[in-house]
Structure formats: C-alpha cells, structure tokens
C-alpha cells in the first residue's frame, strides 16, 4: 500500500510526516510506504500508484486538481476531497454553520466592485443600483472586517471603521468577490486543527501578532464548558464540510465561541510557525489516519452520482500509470 503526498513550498511537515509514516510501518511491520508524488502528463486511462494521497497544494495550481479528480475517479482516497474543496467557499460556510446552530459573525456577501473580464454593464442587469448601503451598515455594524469570500492567507483582508473607510477599501477589490462582516471583539482566540473528522486539538492563537509569535505557548487555561463547546463545534463543522484535515477558528466573546474561518483544508503546519508541541501532534495524528485510510480501503467512489454509470474496474491503483512516477 502507498501513500502519497502532494506538496507545494513547504519543507517541515511533508518531510516529518514522510518520516513518520515509514518508521511507523517499518516498525509495525505493515506493507505501507509514503513517499512524494510526482507528476507528468496524466492519462485519463491511468489511476494513480496510490491508496491514499494527501494534497497539500492543489488550491494554487490547476492542473494538481485536475489529477486529484482523476485519481478519486480510479479509487484513489484524496484528502482533501478535491471535488467538494473546488466547489466550496467561505460565505456558504458561514450560511451553512449559521444553520446549524453555531455561532457565526453576522455576514453580508458583495458584488464584486469591477466588472469581471468579458462583461459589461448588461451583465449586471439583476442588481440593484444604489445598493441600500446603510442597511448593509446596520445590519453587520461597524467596525467590520471586509475579506474575499473564499481565501485565505489573511490576503485582502482590511478592518473598516467607517463607510468611507469600507468604500475607499472596497474601491480596491477589483474583481474579488467579498464579504463585510462583523467583527467580534474577542477575549480569547483558538485555532484548531481536526483530522479524520475525530480528532480535534485546540491551539491558543492571537491573529494579531506577527507571524511566527501567534501560537501562543503558555496560555491560561480553557474551561471545561467552553473546550468541549468548541470540540463539537469543530466536529460538527468538519463532517459538514467533510473536510478530513483542517483547521476551525474562535474568537471568543462573551464565553461564547464565534467560528471565524473554517476553511482551511491545506492548515499551516510549519513547525517554525505553529510551535514543536502542535507541530508533533499534527504530524503523529495525521500520520496514523493515513495509515488507516490505507488499510481500510474505503469505497471512494461509491457517493459520486456518476458511478452508477461507471464499468467495472479491471485496473488496480497499481496498474501501469502514465505521468505518476516515485522518488
């Protein structure tokens, strides 16, 4: 069985977790291995050698994704789901959580500012023309924060105190679609990683410190009430997103846990910027959930409406493969 990972330009946790999964099977005595993925030009004929790939970088680079969807379309567990993860974005995240009961800052999306490329203003026939602003501002309050729907990175992301303020900031979106939202004033802010959609771990967090000094290393402690508020927040949010490796964000106020940002399926690992003891916890745990996946085989297939139209499939994950070669 192999597990592969598909990386971008980070070195520490797609190194550690290499290492990890193959002293872990050395050890155990599995026939498992991890190894990097590498790619040429891809078959649509060819599944990929692997039981199990973790996709660290597809979001920035189109053609990643497109093999990630032709290897779940041979069986290939991809985590994460490169289907949901391409269809998915921000704004409904916080419509679907709002649903489901959790506490959501109060969210408003946009128009985009500019026209996109290859439109004109009869493109724009089904909007209202002048938006009702000040509703906008009363509804959501001010302070606020303006983002891009989907994204992250904390790219384009600007507080606004004012209309004027919004307005000179929305002027430089350009095409971006974004979100006004309210901004929480927080006593306290968690990040959290969930993988497997079982296992959560809550870290102290400060978005305002520079980066490097945000994960706090000796905060006070959570209570008992609030920690297991969050755990099934966390929870609840993964398995309706059904993100198997993310990171869930709280700002805390008033005791009560205000998810901030939930979709952050390729999580910064980086064991300068998330410090050695969360560094260890997402390298072991991940580790051991993609030796499970491994061994378990789930049925990958089976929940896409197009595989009731599918033959049956006399090629392995490990038939011959154009364009997926190991190191």
Not at 120 to 148: C, H, I, Q
Not at 263 to 268: T, V
């Amino acid at each position: 069985m192999k597990i592969g990972i598909l990386r971008g330009q980070e070195n520490s946790f797609p190194n550690a977790l290499i290492g990890r999964i193959n002293e872990k099977a050395k050890r155990q005595k599995q026939d498992i291995s991890a190894e990097f993925v590498v790619l040429g030009a891809t078959r649509m004929d060819a599944g990929p050698p692997y039981d199990v790939i973790l996709d660290r970088i597809s979001q920035d680079i189109d053609y990643y994704r497109t093999y990630l969807k032709n290897a779940v379309l041979h069986g290939t567990m991809v985590i994460n789901n490169p289907f949901w993860w391409s269809a998915d974005d921000k704004y409904f995240n916080y419509a679907l959580a709002n649903k489901m009961g959790i506490a959501i800052p109060k969210t408003v999306v946009l128009p985009q500012n500019t026209h996109p490329e290859g439109t004109t203003t009869d493109s724009m026939r089904n909007l209202m023309y002048p938006l009702n602003w000040d509703e906008v501002f009363e509804y959501v309050g001010l302070p606020a924060f303006l983002k891009p729907h989907s994204g992250g990175g904390w790219k384009m992301v600007y507080k606004v105190h004012s209309p004027d303020d919004f307005f000179y900031k929305y002027n430089q979106t350009g095409t971006t679609c974004m979100v006004l939202q309210e901004n929480i004033e927080f006593e306290e802010y968690y990040r959290c990683y969930c993988v497997g959609q079982k296992h959560t771990h809550i870290m102290a967090y400060d978005p305002r410190l520079p980066f490097g000094q945000c994960y706090l290393t000796d905060p006070p402690p959570i209570s008992a009430k609030l920690k297991k508020r969050m755990e099934g927040d966390i929870l609840k949010i993964c398995k309706a997103l059904g993100y198997d490796l993310n990171t869930v964000e709280f700002a805390i106020r008033d005791g009560v846990p205000y998810a901030i940002d939930y979709l952050n399926p390729a999580p910064d690992a980086d064991y300068n910027s998330v410090t050695p003891a969360n560094f260890e916890w997402i390298v072991e745990t991940t580790a051991d959930y993609l030796i499970d996946c491994a061994l378990r085989k789930p049925d990958v297939i089976k929940k896409y409406h197009w595989a009731t139209y599918l033959k049956p499939r006399t090629l392995s994950r490990t038939s011959k493969t154009a364009g997926a070669k190991t190191q």
